[in-house]
């Protein structure tokens, strides 16, 4: 497949835009490793290969084995995912698919059990943002990286 449109080099501000997102994000207190699991799972559901192969390499820097990673498209079903890591994995699935039932109350609940309400607004933020990534690179063909 090729590239549609490259949106980085000819129009730059695009990117520099989602890297303020990205850079509240990182300093907002959230764990990394918990971020970058939230970053891989929207970029499977949304199937962004740029993004997907990306997010995994940060995450295992960040120190999520390979193992939670290859189980992460089951993570409700697998082993391995403390409860908070759970609640965030659930709020990331319900903001990414939002036209599929909007977030529902319960899942609100679930977050509010783990996350208190600004570390919820940071969440949701991240998955805004990692979606807002994903829409552009999906629309416009971005490449993931050759094989290594």
């Not at 990205?22 to 907002?28: A, E, L, N, S, T």
């Not at 995994?56 to 890591?85: C, F, H, M, V």
């Not at 609100?108 to 933020?125: C, G, P, Q, W, Y």
Request: aromatic share 4%; net charge neutral; proline share 5%.
């Amino acid at each position: 497949m090729e590239p549609r449109i490259d949106y980085k080099k000819l129009a730059p501000g695009i990117p520099e835009a989602l890297g303020v997102i990205d850079r509240y994000v990182r300093d907002c207190g959230l764990e990394a490793p918990l971020l970058e699991l939230v970053k891989l799972r929207a970029s499977q559901l949304n199937g962004c290969a740029r993004c997907m192969q990306a997010h995994a390499r940060a995450a295992r820097k960040a120190g999520i084995t390979q193992n939670r990673l290859d189980l992460l498209p089951a993570w409700r079903e697998s082993p391995g995912y403390s409860e908070r890591e759970r609640a965030a994995l659930g709020w990331c699935e319900a903001v990414t698919l939002v036209t599929e039932g909007h977030v529902p109350d319960a899942q609100v609940a679930e977050a509010r059990r783990h996350f208190s309400e600004k570390e919820i607004a940071n969440l949701t933020l991240a998955v805004a943002g990692i979606n807002a990534w994903n829409r552009m690179n999906i629309a416009l063909r971005a490449q993931p990286d050759a094989e290594e």
